[in-house]
């Protein structure tokens, strides 16, 4: 079986076919870091993660690059308004961007390039782009000459003079045609944060930094690069002209774009404030109930922020969850020994869900059909241990479980300390015992005890799991 990726540059599914064989280069432009970031932001976090580690499941080697935009207009705006610099702004929210995409799941990228750190790189490039006479300057900005790339509009399908069309020239600016855009910034004032050009004090314009960041990590053709839907146009069109005029070389193979998070079917956006950072969301929901959320849609469809949805995304997981510490507590509490025929006939039918799992993860990464196939799995599991089982089977049951939930980044959570309290095992043992006696009232009173300590007790055939709230 081959994977096939939807291209937003050919509005076709396509095989995916590598640069070099068994390596994925890969770029995720990543937030601009001025504020916590909303759960329409975390969207493609988590859903090029997962495809990150899908392929690594499918044997491919990845090299994974996402950016901080640490210098922007609106992170100048934010140091204004907190009374400190730029740079504190953007470290500042850099260290809460770890702490929400921990609790996602989110696993650390190769490279987290920074565009402070890539002046000179970025400098280079647009010299290159001013040589090559794709670029020009004036009175201390550059720009890009939009007309002199043939090409621009095949990402996003706009017409080139349609978009003339609607295009003017600010007041303030000095660029020749109204379709150029700024690859340096002059600065403007003295507290504004710049560095030294061939062109005088300034700054980078948006699109030119990810175009040199990747450039500098990853060479000048990549496999994938990818990112929300709102970034198709004008920024990654953007980076493709001044990337191709650069390097004479097509900058990306596929472009992967993920559908928007909505609220009553509004596009969700910081300006029209209807929206919740994922810091909010997560007092009152875990960081893999959101997880779930984002992964039970296909990524190039919409998805409704809801709180029904939600509540169905931790009653999901609740039941995956219930599953893996059922296996827990077999594998600590079955039978010793060799699995008996029917559990290895019941390991082999796992198969059918794996390749279930595998052949609609290879369509385009459709993550809900997958969480499906593993569901599939669950029933099969639950049915299997329903009576008990030797703990090798419940071992290579939930082998089976979190070979696909690894991939999903889902029940990654540590495992907590098995060890029981001994007045809380005495209070059990006492329960045990009162229910051998036939002292009913007895057992039900020490449970309710029990559960006000947040202590559920599971009776099964194998004895009483303890269970930590």
């Known amino acids: 079986m081959t994977m096939k990726i939807y291209n937003t540059l050919s509005r076709q599914k396509e095989e995916f076919v590598p640069i070099k064989e068994g390596q994925v280069s890969m770029y995720v432009c990543g937030p601009t870091v001025y504020n916590f970031f909303h759960i329409g932001n975390a969207r493609p976090l988590v859903v090029f993660d997962t495809l990150r580690k899908y392929m690594e499941y499918r044997g491919y080697k990845v090299k994974y690059v996402q950016n901080f935009t640490d210098v922007d207009d609106k992170i100048i705006n934010r140091a204004k308004e907190e009374g400190i610099t730029a740079p504190e702004v953007s470290e500042k929210y850099i260290k809460e961007y770890f702490n929400d995409t921990k609790a996602l799941n989110v696993r650390v990228a190769d490279v987290h390039p920074k565009v402070s750190e890539h002046i000179p790189e970025i400098i280079a490039f647009i010299q290159t782009l001013i040589d090559k006479g794709f670029a020009y300057e004036a009175d201390g900005d550059v720009y890009f000459s939009t007309r002199k790339f043939p090409e621009y509009g095949k990402l996003s399908g706009q017409n080139i003079d349609d978009l003339e069309s609607g295009a003017r020239i600010a007041i303030g600016e000095v660029k020749k045609d109204p379709l150029d855009f700024a690859l340096w910034k002059a600065r403007k004032e003295e507290s504004e944060i710049a560095w030294e050009s061939p062109w005088g004090m300034g700054r980078p314009g948006w699109h030119i930094e990810c175009s040199a960041m990747s450039k500098k990590h990853l060479g000048n053709t ?38 928007y998070i909505t609220m009553d079917r509004e596009k969700m956006s910081k300006s029209r404030g209807n929206f919740f950072t994922v810091r909010d969301i997560r007092k009152t929901y875990t960081g893999e109930e959101i997880r779930f959320f984002l992964l039970s849609g296909q990524y190039r469809s919409p998805i409704d922020f809801s709180e029904a949805l939600m509540q169905q995304s931790r009653a999901s997981l609740e039941r995956m969850s219930n599953c893996k510490e059922n296996l827990l507590y077999l594998i600590k509490n079955g039978e010793e020994g060799s699995m008996t025929d029917e559990e290895k006939a019941a390991l082999d039918g796992y198969d059918k869900y794996r390749q279930s799992f595998i052949k609609v993860m290879d369509d385009d990464l459709n993550t809900a059909d997958g969480i499906s196939a593993v569901f599939e799995l669950i029933t099969a599991i639950n049915t299997a241990v329903a009576g008990g089982s030797t703990r090798e089977f419940a071992q290579k049951s939930l082998d089976t479980l979190m070979e696909f939930c690894d991939i999903l980044g889902l029940l990654q959570a540590e ?32 449970r309710d005890e029990l559960k006000a300590k947040g202590i559920t007790l599971k009776d099964t055939p194998q004895g009483v799991q303890i269970i930590k709230e």
């Open 222 to 259: 990549i496999d994938i690069h990818a990112g929300g839907q709102d970034l198709q146009f004008p920024h990654h069109e953007n980076e493709i002209a001044q990337s191709e005029c650069c390097n004479g070389a097509p900058f990306a193979h596929y472009w992967m774009h993920n559908a």
């Open 415 to 446: 495992e907590e300390d098995e060890s029981v309290d001994p007045e809380i095992q005495k209070l059990v043992d006492e329960r045990q015992e009162a229910r051998k006696a036939k002292n009913f009232a007895r057992a039900d009173e020490i």
